[in-house]
């Protein structure tokens, strides 16, 4: 996201300021701009790791970069279907008349974490346990 304001790509295309919009109304009231930044990281790091640490084994692919991609897939489908309708933007971001580059642009991202994340855990598994005696 910090590479996409600073490239200027999409400037009409802001999900962090839609959830503060959506969370504002939800609470009647204003919401500070870092609380939908601290949610998009903490849930990014902690809830999104802990649950593809979780599904890990269960998932399709040779590969952790194979298993990153379903499970990046599999998220940017919930981010379109669910997450983008429920901050005021429609199915896949198609209410900002943008065409679809907002949905493409949310499946790179996550791509990107997904399977940087797979390679990751396929690495620390793939490592000796020592045991403790």
Known sequence: MYLKSRM?????????????TALGHAIG????????????????????????????????????AAKGLVF???CWVVMGLIFFPLIGLGLFAKQLGLGFEPALFSLAMLLTYSIVL??????L???????QS
């Open 29 to 64: 009231g204003q919401v500070h701009p870092i609380i939908p930044w601290a949610l998009s990281f903490l849930n990014g790091s902690t809830g999104i790791g802990l649950v593809f640490g979780w599904i890990y084994p269960r998932l399709p692919g040779n590969s952790g």
């Open 72 to 74: 990046g897939i599999f």
């Open 118 to 123: 797979g390679m990751v855990y396929a690495t």
């Open 125 to 131: 598994n793939s490592r000796p346990r020592t045991s």
């Open 8 to 20: 200027g790509l999409l400037p009409a295309f802001q999900p962090y300021e839609s959830l503060q």
